[in-house]
Nanobody, 114 residues
Framework: QVQLVESGGGLVQPGGSLRLSCVAS????????MGWYRQAPGKQRELVAA???????NYVDSVKGRFTISRDNAKNTVYLQMNSLKPEDTAVYHC????????WGQGTQVTVSS
């Protein structure tokens, strides 16, 4: 029923920026804490940022000061602005509620490489 569609990934050099978007359909979006997750090859999935229904935000320490999560409840969309990207940010990025309640979407690949 709920569909999550991520977009905005790509290949960038270290120090570059990307803006990810996630559109949710089939749910009362505004009531959920939403998060961005990432999983690199051979690594566990980690929650990197979360935003509550009213805009309270938390980040994992490794992205503080570089990433900004935001949401537009009227558009059922959550964003992740990623600046000063590092090679260790390379991963497939997914959105979901926090904790995850929905089927995972396809994700969007972020590759940071010289």
């Amino acid at each position: 029923q709920v569909q999550l569609v991520e977009s905005g990934g790509g290949l960038v050099q270290p120090g570059g920026s990307l803006r990810l978007s996630c559109v949710a359909s089939g749910t009362i979006f505004r009531i959920y804490v939403m998060g961005w997750y990432r999983q690199a090859p051979g690594k566990q999935r980690e929650l990197v940022a979360a935003i509550t229904s009213v805009g309270k935000i938390n980040y994992v320490d490794s992205v503080k000061g570089r990433f900004t999560i935001s949401r537009d409840n009227a558009k059922n969309t959550v964003y992740l602005q990623m600046n000063s990207l590092k090679p260790e940010d390379t991963a497939v990025y997914h959105c979901n509620s926090n904790p995850p309640n929905f089927s995972w979407g396809q994700g969007t690949q972020v590759t940071v490489s010289s």
